[in-house]
């Protein structure tokens, strides 16, 4: 089973230059976030979404945009990027939109560098 | 509003010896609680999680934790430590809504 896959795994941009973060997942999950890991401050919600055509911010949505035309795709676009959105970013997913009991699965991570 | 805890963001321990991780949580309604683990380069993957019933909980690795309401706790411990748990763990709370709140994690070092 793929799970969870996200790509690029590895990237290097420019300040100013945009990209889209891809995030696919085969296992027909309603909810998709979107997190980013910097050192000393774990895991941080950028956006999430409960179902095609829904996405809502989280806690650190600035700079960041999402869209969920399916269910299987959720992918993270950087429009103008910053040395501040330099971090390890991670797509996950769980299968319900409901109270939080599920599992969060997660993709390998996209290590993006913004010079 | 939820939050998480994690204090020592570096814990080390001889191999054999028991692993002991540190989590409290704040919540406004009742939580769910989980530890993920994360290994170098890797995405995060679920080591046990509590939802309702039995407060002391087992998950994969020999690993459990316990939730303790009137501590608001969830502590992870291994009995004895392996070669093979040096890793990174976070401690989650969720809530309605999916909204899943990480720690700022610990990484743990075992020592031969």
């Known amino acids: 089973n793929a799970g969870v896959t996200q790509t690029p795994k590895f990237q290097v941009l420019k300040t100013g230059q945009s990209m889209t973060l891809q995030c696919a997942q085969d296992m027909n999950h309603e909810y998709m976030s979107w997190y980013r890991q910097d050192p000393g401050m774990g895991l941080r919600l950028i956006h999430y979404?409960?179902?095609?055509?829904?996405?809502d911010q989280g806690e650190v949505p600035n700079g960041y945009n999402v869209s969920r035309s399916t269910t299987e795709d959720f992918p993270l676009r950087l429009l103008s990027a910053a040395p501040s959105q330099t971090s390890v970013y991670f797509c996950?997913?769980?299968?319900?939109?409901?109270?939080?009991?599920?599992?969060?699965?997660f993709g390998e991570g996209s290590r993006l560098t913004v010079l | 509003a939820q939050s998480v805890t994690q204090l020592g963001s570096h814990v080390s321990v001889s191999e054999g010896a028991l692993v002991l991780l540190r989590c409290n949580y704040s919540?406004?309604?009742?939580?769910?609680l989980f530890w993920y683990v994360q290994y170098p380069n890797q995405g995060l993957q679920l080591l046990l999680k509590?939802?309702?019933?039995?407060?002391l909980v087992k998950g994969i690795n020999g690993f459990e934790a316990e939730f303790k309401k009137s501590e608001t706790s969830f502590h992870l411990t291994k009995p004895s430590a392996h070669m093979s748990d040096a890793a990174e763990y976070f401690c989650?709370?969720?809530?309605?809504?999916?909204?899943?709140?990480f720690g700022t994690g610990t990484s743990l070092t075992v020592i031969p």
């Open positions: 919540s406004s309604v009742p939580p769910y």
């Open positions: 996950a997913s769980t299968p319900v939109a409901g109270p939080g009991t599920g599992e969060l699965f």
């Open positions: 509590y939802t309702t019933g039995a407060t």
């Open positions: 989650a709370v969720s809530s309605a809504g999916n909204q899943f709140y």
């Open positions: 979404s409960v179902g095609a055509g829904i996405t």
